[in-house]
């Protein structure tokens, strides 16, 4: 069901510090993915670690999946736009995630997962956004929650938009999931051509959007699609405004920074070194809690 709302408005929209266009990389065993927020960006967008858009109707660029690797220290957002892929994990949680659903995992002290496609043809698209954690709750213990896409709240604007609230409150509408300390806001914007819409944003909060259909306009910048624009940090903007140049869809992705120290060795990320190594050890050992 989608929601008619009233829409919020933005007295000063932020502008747009700079454009992303992201690094095609392999992942996983041989997954095509195009890595938009990168860990040079990391410090800039605290709390968020990683951006990951994939999209291929080519089952060669997906079909391998991603087999069991182990995380620990933040927590992993995958929202499936369309196509099908299996999680399993060490806490014996299992869970499919399809057209418009999301997983959202907790890593926590640790965990090892695999996800893997059950298709073998059409199209794979989506996004894994990685949202560190602060020291105090590294080492909590493992969550993981499947959110289908009926269980995402909606809402519509009469300016021509229209919503899924994923994380955080947009609108008076609450999302799926809330975070105390990172506060994150996490939506898919759907926009008819010429259609506006405007979103709130706490000054200290890091923002950024990624374009995959269409193209818009932030504060009179062209943002094309694949693209990824960082919202500057103005301390007189309240908010964001985005115009569509055309039919377009987005993800605003934003979050209060926890301005703590980043150590990251490759799927663990904690706050020193000698957290790191000990994440090491621990995974060599197999003393990850299950």
């Given at each position: 069901?989608?929601?008619?709302?009233?829409?919020?408005?933005?007295?000063?929209?932020?502008?747009?510090?700079?454009?992303?266009?992201?690094?095609?990389?392999?992942?996983?065993?041989?997954?095509?993915?195009?890595?938009?927020?990168?860990?040079?960006?990391?410090?800039?967008?605290?709390?968020?670690?990683?951006?990951?858009?994939?999209?291929?109707?080519?089952?060669?660029?997906?079909?391998?999946?991603?087999?069991?690797?182990?995380?620990?220290?933040?927590?992993?957002?995958?929202?499936?736009?369309?196509?099908?892929?299996?999680?399993?994990?060490?806490?014996?949680?299992?869970?499919?995630?399809?057209?418009?659903?999301?997983?959202?995992?907790?890593?926590?002290?640790?965990?090892?997962?695999?996800?893997?496609?059950?298709?073998?043809?059409?199209?794979?698209?989506?996004?894994?956004?990685?949202?560190?954690?602060?020291?105090?709750?590294?080492?909590?213990?493992?969550?993981?929650?499947?959110?289908?896409?009926?269980?995402?709240?909606?809402?519509?604007?009469?300016?021509?938009?229209?919503?899924?609230?994923?994380?955080?409150?947009?609108?008076?509408?609450?999302?799926?999931?809330?975070?105390?300390?990172?506060?994150?806001?996490?939506?898919?914007?759907e926009l008819a051509a010429n259609a506006t819409f405007e979103q709130l944003l706490p000054p200290g909060h890091n923002a950024f959007i990624y374009v995959f259909r269409g193209q818009v306009l932030v504060d009179e910048s062209c943002v094309a699609q694949s693209r990824m624009a960082i919202l500057a940090n103005n301390p007189d903007a309240d908010g964001v405004r985005i115009v569509a140049a055309q039919p377009s869809r987005l993800i605003l992705i934003a979050g209060r920074p926890l301005n703590e120290p980043i150590a990251q060795y490759g799927p663990f990320v904690?706050?020193?070194?000698?957290?790191?190594?000990?994440?090491?050890?621990?995974?060599?050992?197999?003393?990850?809690?299950?």
């Amino acid at each position: 069901m989608t929601e008619q709302v009233t829409a919020e408005s933005v007295r000063r929209g932020r502008g747009v510090e700079r454009l992303i266009n992201g690094q095609f990389v392999m992942d996983g065993a041989g997954v095509k993915i195009n890595r938009v927020l990168t860990q040079g960006l990391q410090r800039r967008l605290d709390p968020f670690l990683m951006l990951d858009a994939f999209g291929s109707d080519k089952p060669g660029d997906y079909i391998a999946g991603f087999p069991e690797h182990p995380h620990r220290g933040f927590e992993t957002v995958s929202y499936m736009i369309k196509g099908s892929m299996r999680h399993r994990d060490s806490a014996g949680n299992e869970g499919l995630i399809t057209d418009g659903g999301v997983q959202w995992m907790t890593a926590g002290r640790g965990v090892a997962h695999s996800e893997m496609p059950e298709q073998t043809d059409g199209l794979m698209e989506g996004f894994q956004l990685w949202l560190n954690l602060p020291a105090k709750d590294k080492m909590t213990a493992p969550w993981y929650r499947d959110i289908p896409s009926e269980a995402i709240p909606r809402f519509s604007t009469a300016s021509g938009a229209t919503v899924q609230v994923i994380a955080g409150a947009s609108h008076g509408v609450a999302g799926a999931v809330q975070r105390d300390h990172t506060e994150p806001l996490y939506l898919d914007i759907e926009l008819a051509a010429n259609a506006t819409f405007e979103q709130l944003l706490p000054p200290g909060h890091n923002a950024f959007i990624y374009v995959f259909r269409g193209q818009v306009l932030v504060d009179e910048s062209c943002v094309a699609q694949s693209r990824m624009a960082i919202l500057a940090n103005n301390p007189d903007a309240d908010g964001v405004r985005i115009v569509a140049a055309q039919p377009s869809r987005l993800i605003l992705i934003a979050g209060r920074p926890l301005n703590e120290p980043i150590a990251q060795y490759g799927p663990f990320v904690m706050n020193t070194q000698d957290e790191l190594r000990q994440a090491v050890e621990d995974f060599r050992a197999g003393t990850f809690s299950a």
